[in-house]
């Protein structure tokens, strides 16, 4: 149980679909009705990392805590004009204390989210997966993307282009069901996950393939649930019903996926990449498969990203635990 006040929660449930090229911004809208969630912000000691944090509170999506050199922090809110007075600041001497005192302060259940400030992805997530202080769970841990395709007829996820470098068929198969629990989060009853490879055909000497077909021989048997899974597919047969028509492909995910797993990060960063700078696409994302949703926020991100990726965690934390209060009632 966390440890906060009590506050009436507002129902997260989305009950319309997000408006084309207005999905990001519908999150945060839906967001915005709900409490704030606790969120403890781990070196927010750049303009971008304390302005994502003020933002976020000011949206009414998170209620900050801040953890770092408190002298950076006071002067960096100093120089950008920012009011935190009203923040919690804990004063730590360098990044690794901060992510480390962070983490305790989720693993004490005062915080329902991490949000990463001015320091590396990998010195946050070192402090997240500790064996002893960290925040991880048996699950592993995965990122999601969320983006907002001028072309695509609604949000489309793609994982794990930011933590799993090479994932196994194990760690592929959390990396999917991570994903599937974060659309229930959104929304979406039973997500349509396809399995990307180079082609759709299972080859033996193209590992992705043979992995594709595991994973959907592992959702028959229960192992990865919630989710309708298909693969291997190919990129255009993955997004476009009509290649797969003239493939001679049958499939329930072809043309409507919601979730895209990349055979590994390289490919997965790069299809992000791509739809960001040549497809105009807007985009969020989160870490899953901790104790809480991390907030990963880049240095590149704009007004909408941070926002969008804080409101995207806070559809995970009202879920969870609406799902608790129902089951506890059962």
Do not use: W
Not at 83 to 92: G, K, Y
């Amino acid at each position: 149980m966390l440890l906060f006040d009590k506050v009436p929660e507002v129902s997260m449930v989305i009950q319309e679909k997000p408006p084309l090229h207005d999905q990001l911004e519908f999150f945060i809208k839906q967001a915005e009705k709900a409490r704030p969630i606790r969120t403890v912000v781990a070196h927010p000691v750049d303009s971008n990392s304390l302005i994502g944090a003020v933002e976020a509170a000011e949206h009414n999506l998170i209620i900050p805590t801040l953890v770092g050199p408190e002298n950076k922090i006071r002067a960096v809110a100093e120089e950008q004009n920012l009011n935190i007075n009203d923040f919690e600041l804990i004063n730590t001497e360098h990044s690794h204390a901060a992510a480390e005192i962070a983490c305790e302060i989720v693993k004490r259940g005062e915080a329902e989210a991490l949000m990463k400030g001015h320091l590396g992805t990998a010195e946050l997530l070192r402090a997240v997966v500790h064996k002893i202080k960290g925040i991880r769970t048996e699950r592993r841990l995965s990122h999601v993307f969320v983006f907002d395709i001028p072309n695509y007829h609604k949000p489309l996820i793609i994982t794990d282009a930011a933590i799993n470098i090479v994932p196994d068929l194990y760690c592929k198969a959390d990396i999917t069901q991570n994903a599937i629990d974060f659309c229930h989060a959104l929304g979406v009853d039973v997500p349509k996950v396809a399995i990307l490879s180079a082609v759709e055909k299972v080859k033996p000497n193209i590992q992705s393939t043979i992995d594709a077909a595991a994973l959907c021989k592992m959702s028959d048997r229960g192992q990865i649930t919630g989710g309708l899974l298909d693969g291997p597919l190919a990129f255009d047969n993955a997004i476009s019903q009509q290649a797969a028509i003239d493939k001679h492909i049958v499939s329930d995910v072809s043309g409507d996926a919601d979730i895209l797993l990349a055979p590994d990060l390289e490919a997965a960063n790069m299809i992000a990449k791509q739809l960001i700078y040549l497809a105009n696409a807007k985009s969020a994302g989160i870490a899953l498969g901790a104790k809480v949703p991390i907030i990963l926020t880049s240095r590149a991100d704009k007004t909408l990203a941070r926002l969008a990726s804080c409101a995207l965690a806070s559809h995970m934390v009202h879920h969870k635990n609406s799902n608790y209060e129902d089951n506890s009632d059962r």
